[in-house]
């Protein structure tokens, strides 16, 4: 499955922004989506992800209650609304896709591309 991410941007703290994810290439509707982030000098972490069918999301700790993963299969694309922004969110935005359980957070294996999120204090 080939995914294209986009949405990201600079925005000042307490801002919103949604990330758009796009899949293409395979039954979208079979694939856990999930989505990630890096910031400068860490290591990639889970943010939030999806299940096939869309009843399950998984969220973490540090998001919960700010960002909403969601998706729509007659577009084929998932989204990450990110609400109340704060500088450490700073990050490149990852979405990705596996085939399964969308809890096995180290085993996603299709990747997009990476969208710039940048939030100014």
């Known amino acids: 499955v080939q995914l294209q991410a986009s949405g990201g941007g600079l925005v000042q703290a307490g801002s919103s922004l949604r990330l758009s994810c796009a899949a293409s290439g395979r039954t979208f509707s079979n694939y856990a989506m999930g989505w990630f982030r890096q910031a400068p000098g860490k290591e990639r972490e889970f943010v939030a992800a999806?299940?096939?069918?869309?009843?399950?999301?998984y969220y973490a700790d540090s998001v919960k209650g700010q960002f909403t993963i969601s998706r729509v299969y007659a577009k084929n694309t998932v989204y990450l609304q990110m609400n109340s922004l704060k500088p450490e969110d700073t990050a490149v935005y990852y979405c990705a896709a596996r085939y399964g359980d969308a809890s096995y957070y180290n085993t996603y294996n299709f990747w997009g591309q990476g969208t710039q999120v940048t939030v100014s204090s």
């Open positions: 999806v299940d096939w069918s869309g009843r399950s999301t």
